[in-house]
C-alpha cells in the first residue's frame, strides 16, 4: 500500500467528509433550539399543544431514521397532487429529515434536564419576587443545560454516525466515496481511512464538549 | 398593629384537613417559633404566608394588606407587592447551584429592584460578612458546607430588605455540629429586632430566643404562649406530651 494511493483516495474521501461535516452542523444547529422549543410545547399548559408535541415525539422517535429519510426523500414526490412540488434537492430533504428527527430526541434530553431541577429552586424565585420569565432564563434554563449536556454531547456523537445513513438516499458523502473506491481498487483500506475520519471528528467533538462541561462545572 | 395577621385559616389536600382554622398575631420584633410534631402543618401555614400555598379559607394580612381575605386572594401585582415584605429560608437551602456566592445574593435585587449596581454589591458584601462568609464571594454552593450554605441563604433572603423573614426549619438538614454556626446568625438577627417566624424542633432556640411559642399539632394552634409558660407549666394534655416525648429524644441522644 503506497501513500500514493492513500493520496488519491483521501482528495474524494475529504470531499465527501465535507458533506458529512455540513448535515452534521446544519441539523445540530437547527434541532437543538427546535428540541428545546417542543420541549416547551410538551409542557404547555394548552391541551391540544402538549399532545400534539408528545405525539410527534413518539412517531419520530419510535420509527427508524432511515425510513423517515426514505419518506422524506422517495416518498413524498409520489404524493397525489401535492408531490410535485416536495422534490427537493436530496441534500436538502436529508436535512430536514435529520432535523425533524434530531429534535424530538432532544426535546427528550431537555425535559429530562427540566425534570431533574429541585422545586426548591421555583420556590426560592417565587420568594425572592422573580418573575416567571426570570425564573425561566436566570435560574431553571442555565441548569437545565448544565444538566442536559452530557447527554446532548452523547447524542451530538450518534449524529456524526447517523450521517452515513445518507449513503441509502443517494447523497454522496464519506461512506459513500469509501465505498466507491473498496468496489473499483478491490481494497479494505479505504473503509479503514473512513473509520479514521469519523473518529477524527467525533474526537474534535467529544474534546469540546469535555471542554463545555469543565467550563459549566460550577465548582 | 400586628404585621403578620392570620384569621381562621384553612387548607386540606385531598381529604386531609392540614389548616383547621389557624388564627395568630405577630407583632413588630418579635420572634416567633412554631414547634410541634411532624405533619402538625406548621411548614404548611408558614409556607401559605408567602403564597408557596393556596389556602382555601382564612385572612392573611401582612402590615394591614390583605394577600387573602375570607379566601380571596389579592390581585396578581399587589399579592407580589405584599409578599415581597416577606424572605424565606428554606430547609433544603434552595442556593442557586449554577450561581456563585456573590452572584446568589445579587440576582434577585439587580432583577427585581432595578436600582444602581454598585449598592448590590456593598451590600452583599456585607451581609457576607455578617454572616462570616466574606471569603467565599466568589465560591459555587457546591464547594460549602451545609451550614455556610444555610447562612448564604440568609444573607440572599437579607438582601431584598424583608420587613419579616420566615424560615421553615432552618437547621434539620444539617448536621448537629454544623447547626450552632446558622443559630448563631439567627440569634443575631433577633437581636437586631428582626420580625422572624421560625418553625423548628430546636428547643433549646425556641426557649432562649423566641419571644412567643406556638405549639401546633394536627393543623391546629394547641397552646402559645411565652418560652417560660410553654416549656415551663404547659397548660394542654398534648402539649406535655409533645414536650416529655422530645425532652427525653433529647436526653437519650
Not at chain 1, 188 to 215: D, Q, S
Request: hydrophobic share 50%; charged share 20%; proline share 4%.
Amino acid at each position: 500500500m503506497s501513500l500514493d494511493y492513500l493520496l488519491t483516495i483521501l482528495k474524494p474521501m475529504l470531499e465527501g467528509a465535507q458533506a458529512t461535516i455540513l448535515l452534521f452542523i446544519i441539523a445540530i444547529i437547527a434541532s437543538i433550539p427546535l428540541g428545546f422549543l417542543l420541549t416547551l410545547a410538551v409542557r404547555s399548559s394548552i391541551k391540544p399543544v402538549a399532545w400534539l408535541a408528545h405525539s410527534y415525539i413518539y412517531l419520530m422517535r419510535g420509527t427508524p431514521l432511515l425510513l423517515q429519510l426514505l419518506v422524506i426523500v422517495f416518498g413524498l414526490p409520489l404524493l397525489p397532487v401535492v408531490g410535485d412540488y416536495l422534490v427537493l434537492d436530496r441534500f436538502v430533504a436529508a436535512c430536514i429529515g435529520f432535523i425533524l428527527n434530531y429534535a424530538a430526541y432532544f426535546a427528550e434530553i431537555f425535559r429530562g434536564g427540566l425534570l431533574a431541577i429541585d422545586k426548591g429552586q421555583y420556590e426560592a424565585a417565587q420568594v425572592l419576587g422573580l418573575n416567571r420569565w426570570q425564573t425561566t432564563t436566570k435560574v431553571v434554563l442555565p441548569q437545565m443545560f448544565r444538566i442536559a449536556l452530557p447527554a446532548v454531547a452523547n447524542e451530538s456523537v450518534t449524529l456524526v454516525k447517523d450521517t452515513a445513513l445518507l449513503y441509502a438516499v443517494a447523497v454522496p458523502e464519506l461512506l459513500h466515496f469509501a465505498q466507491t473506491a473498496v468496489n473499483r481498487d478491490f481494497t479494505i483500506v479505504p473503509f479503514f481511512v473512513a473509520a479514521l475520519i469519523y473518529l477524527l471528528i467525533t474526537m474534535v467533538l467529544t474534546l469540546f464538549f469535555k471542554w463545555l462541561e469543565r467550563r459549566m462545572r460550577f465548582e | 398593629m400586628a404585621v403578620v395577621e392570620v384569621k381562621e385559616l384553612k387548607k386540606s389536600f385531598g381529604p386531609l384537613e392540614v389548616l383547621k382554622r389557624i388564627s395568630f398575631e405577630v407583632e413588630r420584633n418579635e420572634v416567633i417559633a412554631v414547634i410541634g410534631p411532624s405533619g402538625s402543618g406548621k411548614s404548611t401555614m408558614l409556607r401559605s404566608l408567602v403564597h408557596l400555598e393556596e389556602v382555601e379559607g382564612g385572612t392573611i394580612a401582612i402590615q394591614g394588606e390583605n394577600l387573602v381575605l375570607n379566601g380571596q386572594y389579592a390581585k396578581a401585582k399587589h399579592l407580589k407587592e405584599i409578599t415581597s415584605k416577606m424572605g424565606m429560608v428554606f430547609q433544603q437551602f434552595n442556593l442557586f447551584p449554577h450561581l456563585t456566592v456573590i452572584q446568589n445574593l445579587e440576582l434577585a435585587p439587580k432583577l427585581v429592584k432595578q436600582r444602581a449596581e454598585e449598592g448590590y454589591r456593598k451590600r452583599a458584601m456585607d451581609l457576607l460578612a455578617k454572616v462570616g462568609l466574606s471569603d467565599k464571594a466568589d465560591v459555587f454552593p457546591s464547594k460549602l458546607s451545609g451550614g455556610q450554605k444555610q447562612r448564604v441563604a440568609i444573607a440572599r433572603a437579607l438582601m431584598m430588605n424583608p420587613e419579616i423573614l420566615l424560615f421553615d426549619e432552618p437547621t434539620s438538614a444539617l448536621d448537629p455540629e454544623l447547626t450552632g454556626e446558622v443559630l448563631d446568625v439567627m440569634k443575631e438577627l433577633a437581636k437586631e429586632h428582626m420580625t422572624m417566624i421560625v418553625v423548628t424542633h430546636e428547643m433549646e432556640f425556641a426557649r432562649d430566643v423566641a419571644d412567643r411559642v406556638l405549639f401546633m399539632d394536627q393543623g391546629e394552634i394547641v397552646e402559645e404562649g411565652s418560652p417560660d409558660e410553654l416549656f415551663g407549666n404547659p397548660k394542654k394534655e398534648r402539649t406535655k406530651a409533645f414536650l416529655s416525648r422530645t425532652m427525653r429524644n433529647r436526653s437519650a441522644e
